[in-house]
């Protein structure tokens, strides 16, 4: 897949505030219940490979299959009755698109999602078994933020956007408070915690969350060769956008720019930006398949195949991966499996 | 695969005595720590397709990748330390042999095991990296039981049976305490279980901790078509074996007739026992990857694959299946996904 490189939409009057650790919390209460608290799952073989302690939390589980209900559901628990009414808008290349259809099928809104033409399959089924409809736009030659943003005006209707949005970190950041509690529980110190990033949602809504919670673990983002704006802008201090005709298999995070409230979050509290090529991807989904019995898509995978690819030290240390979402089809990952080989060398 | 049908060694000198509910529950204070207690898993879209609330236990998450580690660990947990000096010797077709060598490096004992020529390369691999050596034998021609009652008679080693043991069944039945547990914590009420069967083990341990727990919900063993002696055997209130030369890709499943200590204990407690083939299997197996993002190997897959093929009655119940393993060779999994198809019809 190539990048979505049409230039955003400006989307506030006012920038919006950041959210809080408070706002996480308060997000953690909404989704006591219509959430999965994902469990950290580990394989002593795997551990003995890597010379390493190797947690993956496992968001594949999530309802929807992603973390990204998090942040929907957050975002959408919040809507008045006239809001839900109206229904809401969104646009997502897949997982954002489920979390939102899953979503407001909860909360009784009716949902509409543009998404791209080369979507996964199973990601535009999915998102309209949750009752959502699902427009389809061109990567090359649309706007999906443009789109999007006519309807919802037309409508009067919610835009709820993947990552532009306070509530939509904060849910997010569940992800990083449930990881701190789990390692509090199990008495564990976490070195680091390494989060995929396409526009910062998670990385921003994770680094909040450890940052306040476990102020001695670092968090990296994870992002895919040559769609590593959040690494740049982080080495840089500014928001940086990557240089165009890239190409991943992570059709989840190829966006070219952090989003300005995600990077206002994340800039101090992510410790840094680390890359990872297709190949260690591949490798890391065999990995999950063969050593935890998870089903990864490629953009899940990529904290891990950062771990893989020792692009972070692991002698001795423990290490959190977020495992972000398994919406693969079968014909890529039985390709995967079938090219890739095992067991790893 | 094809069956083993050499007869069995007499194995016990006096009849053991069956476990109760009491040795279950040691069993759970034993597991607590190295064992997972695996998550109930949902899939709102699912349950849709199916009109039923379908729970999954997850025991692909178990460490070792299936729910063998439990009995094992129960009983080597009480080795002495005169027999965990002098090792321990087991027989399996793969995940036993994961279990009882995961668990012999906690308590460190040295573990041989017999594997038949043709066990999943998988299992062979990691049943050695846990340490233990594997021995191979060749199903047709030679008798495990025998192999591995003379090398333990020989070295002065216990003998871990794979479901003949009381150890291993209160092990097993683990699976049923915490199914109830949760089911307990949820408020829900459970129609039915439905559990994977070979020897029996984990369906006479579940059956126990659920009569005893449960008393309203029914608990069905399922086998795979032309290997369902326990379904045999329950239907005629006596141990049957059944005739030789079936097929099925359920390699942990292949055994002729149920245990005698096995079927004394499931007797009366399991409401019934079902048959699917290895078609409803297969669709299983891509339905877990799909809605579930969860690795089963066949085997793992029977129980769900009743539900598939209706085999049980699902309108408006809530039913639990157990995926009761993982551990499967990349070549067999990519084969089924490639071949299945998706969405299912």
């Known amino acids: 897949m190539s990048a979505e490189f049409r230039a955003p939409a ?24 219509p959430a999965v608290f994902t469990p950290l799952v ?28 998090r942040g929907a559901f957050n975002r959408l628990s ?27 099928r909860i909360v009784g809104a009716s949902a509409t999602i543009f998404m791209p033409k080369d979507a996964p399959a199973m990601k535009v089924l999915n998102t309209r078994r949750y009752g959502a409809e699902v427009r389809f736009y061109d990567r090359a030659t649309e706007s999906r933020e443009e789109m999007a943003e006519a309807l919802a005006h037309e409508r009067g209707a919610v835009l709820v956007r993947p990552y532009e949005d306070p509530d939509v970190i904060a849910g997010q950041g569940t992800v990083g408070l449930e990881i ?16 995929p990033c396409g526009g910062g949602g998670l990385s921003a809504g994770t680094a909040l969350a450890i940052a306040e919670t476990n102020p001695e673990t670092r968090v990296y ?17 500014a928001r940086k956008r990557i240089a165009g005709g890239g190409h991943s298999m992570c059709d989840a995070l190829l966006m070219p720019e952090p989003g300005a409230l995600t990077f206002a979050v994340a ?79």
């Not at 999530?62 to 990204?68: L, N, P, W």
């Not at 701190?180 to 680091?192: C, M, N, T, V, Y």
């Not at 195949?305 to 692991?314: D, G, K």
Request: aromatic share 4%; charged share 25%; glycine share 10%.
């Open 10 to 33: 400006t989307s506030y009057l006012a920038a919006p505030e950041p959210p809080t650790l408070a706002d996480i919390g308060k997000a953690a209460s909404r989704l006591d219940g």
């Open 180 to 195: 701190a509690s789990d390692a509090r529980r199990l008495g564990i110190r976490l070195d680091a915690v390494l989060v």
């Open 267 to 345: 800039q101090g509290r992510l410790a840094g930006g680390l890359a990872v090529g297709d190949a260690a991807t591949r490798r890391a989904m065999v990995t999950v398949f063969a050593d935890l019995n998870l089903v990864v898509e490629p953009s899940g995978a990529v904290a891990l195949a950062a771990v893989l690819a020792e692009a972070i030290e692991r002698a001795g240390r423990t290490l959190c991966v977020v495992l972000t979402g398994g919406n693969v089809d079968p014909e890529i990952f039985s390709e995967v499996l079938a090219s890739e080989g095992w067991p790893p060398a």
């Open 221 to 237: 983002s994870v992002e895919p060769q040559g769609f590593d704006d959040m690494a740049r802008s982080l080495a840089a201090g």
């Open 78 to 104: 919040k809507l008045s009755e006239d809001e839900r009414r109206l229904g809401v808008v969104a646009y997502s290349s897949g997982n954002h698109a489920q979390g939102v259809a899953a979503a407001a």
């Open 42 to 69: 580990e394989s002593p073989l795997l551990n003995d490979r890597l010379d390493c302690r190797l947690l993956a939390k496992a968001e594949v589980l999530q309802r929807t299959g992603s973390f990204k209900f």
